[in-house]
């Protein structure tokens, strides 16, 4: 569906710069799987919204959330940003 010729005609008409790697490497995709089903489970699953405005504000929060507030043990008990913004060796 990717290499459809008229959605690959839409970005073009977009300029976006489609990202594809090797076909059927589903590795690739992981890291975005893993941050989508946490995003629906605790945002999107335990809220309503009632306009397409609620949804992106909703979202934008959500994403400030999970990339300063929300801890993750795999990054030492910090948050993304905590994680990547320690010193060097800490």
């Not at 490497?25 to 335990?46: P, R, V, Y």
């Not at 959330?65 to 801890?71: A, F, P, V």
């Given at each position: 569906q990717y290499q459809m010729p008229a959605y690959r005609r839409m970005l073009k008409e977009h300029a976006v710069t489609q990202s594809m790697s090797r076909k059927g490497?589903?590795?690739?995709?992981?890291?975005?799987?893993?941050?989508?089903?946490?995003?629906?489970?605790?945002?999107?699953?335990?809220n309503e919204f009632a306009s397409v405005d609620e949804l992106k504000t909703g979202l934008a929060r959500y994403i400030?959330?999970?990339?300063?507030?929300?801890?993750k043990l795999k990054l030492k008990g910090l948050s993304p940003v905590q994680?990547?913004?320690q010193p060097s060796g800490a």
């Open positions: 490497n589903c590795l690739d995709n992981a890291a975005m799987e893993s941050f989508f089903g946490t995003l629906k489970a605790e945002c999107f699953h335990l400030r959330y999970y990339n300063h507030d929300r801890i994680y990547r913004t």
